[in-house]
């Protein structure tokens, strides 16, 4: 007669917990927050703190969720960072040049997002050629054509804007001051993105593609559409983020947006996704995005020389991919004994 242990019978065990991808996240998170806590003090554990890196953490994350699919289904998109100043661009030359309304600058800006996107997919569909390098050749070309498209529509590489009470209100306030209203965005995204995955059929359709894309294909998954779809979401979503600092700062600068290619990876490497695809889940991505802006903030208020701050996020990055094939290794060992 076989005997199951209390937390097994209640429907919950250790062997539960240490399957989920985002466990290794959680911990990180936790350890990365007690650290700066202890050193920032009340400050950071305060509104001010809290502001600070969940403002940090919903630009990027905006980007993390696309950009975190595409990882799983096997796919790079490093373009996102040219995207950015593509959408902010577009938007405050339509908007603030031209005067046209700013619902036109906001579509026009999501529409470059959603081009380059499409663009994307496309080459990585139709040709041999791997993502990574697709994205890089599409990075350079869109950052050469926004720089050279300002300097000869604007005649400066920077173009101020300023919008409208409603359009500021919407995408660039901040909340009391302090919490921008790009948060609540992101936590919108959030749950688009967790009923898509974890809900609706296309996430099984995407851990197929990441985990044998030949297979899924043979399986009756349209794999290049998915493809092209998951390349647009990323570009909306940098597009999305481009449009927001606008409507935030009031100006749009053809040199912004490149610190967001690493990042974005970084939150979703530490939020539990294979860089060899397949597996991952958003509420990883979130914590991971989290955990990188808790670092990215919590140098400032623990007034440490921010190239500590390099080497402790190089560091997290480091010990997030090995807790990431540890977790992954206990899991699978813990289905085996279970059968």
């Not at 020389?305 to 540890?326: E, K, M, R, Y």
Request: glycine content about 14%; charged content about 5%; overall charge neutral.
């Amino acid at each position: 007669m076989s005997t199951q242990s209390s937390s097994d019978a209640g429907g919950f065990s250790i062997g539960d917990l240490i399957r989920r991808p985002e466990t290794g996240s959680l911990i990180g998170f936790i350890v990365v927050y007690v650290f700066f806590a202890s050193l920032g003090g009340a400050v950071f554990m305060g509104a001010p703190g809290w502001s600070s890196w969940l403002n940090i953490a919903a630009e990027v994350g905006i980007i993390a969720l696309p950009v975190g699919l595409l990882m799983i289904s096997g796919e790079f998109d490093l373009s996102v960072g040219s995207i950015i100043p593509a959408s902010s661009m577009t938007a405050a030359i339509l908007s603030g040049h031209y005067e046209l309304p700013a619902l036109v600058g906001i579509i026009g800006g999501l529409s470059v997002g959603l081009l380059v996107g499409f663009i994307n997919g496309l080459i990585v569909t139709r040709t041999t050629i791997p993502s990574l390098i697709a994205t890089i050749g599409s990075m350079f070309a869109v950052m050469g054509l926004t720089l050279g498209l300002a300097v000869l529509i604007k005649g400066s590489t920077s173009v101020s804007y300023v919008p409208d009470p409603v359009t500021k209100g919407l995408l660039g306030t901040f909340i009391n001051g302090m919490f921008n209203v790009s948060i609540f965005w992101w936590i919108g995204f959030v749950a688009i993105y967790y009923f898509l995955v974890h809900v609706a059929p296309i996430g099984n359709w995407v851990f197929a593609m990441g985990g044998d894309r030949e297979s899924a294909r043979n399986a009756g998954i349209p794999t290049d559409k998915l493809t092209i779809g998951l390349f647009m979401a990323s570009g909306f979503g940098a597009a999305f983020v481009g449009i927001a600092q606008v409507m935030t700062y009031q100006a749009a600068q053809v040199a912004g947006g490149q610190s967001f290619i690493f990042n974005s990876i970084m939150c979703v490497v530490i939020g539990g996704v294979l860089l060899t695809g397949g597996a991952g889940s958003i509420i990883g991505i979130v914590l991971g995005t989290m955990t990188f802006a808790v670092v990215n903030q919590g140098i400032f208020f623990a007034a440490l020389d921010p190239n500590i701050g390099s080497i402790i996020i190089g560091a997290l990055l480091l010990a997030a991919v090995l807790s990431n094939d540890t977790f992954r290794a206990l899991a699978m060992n813990y289905a085996t004994k279970k059968k």
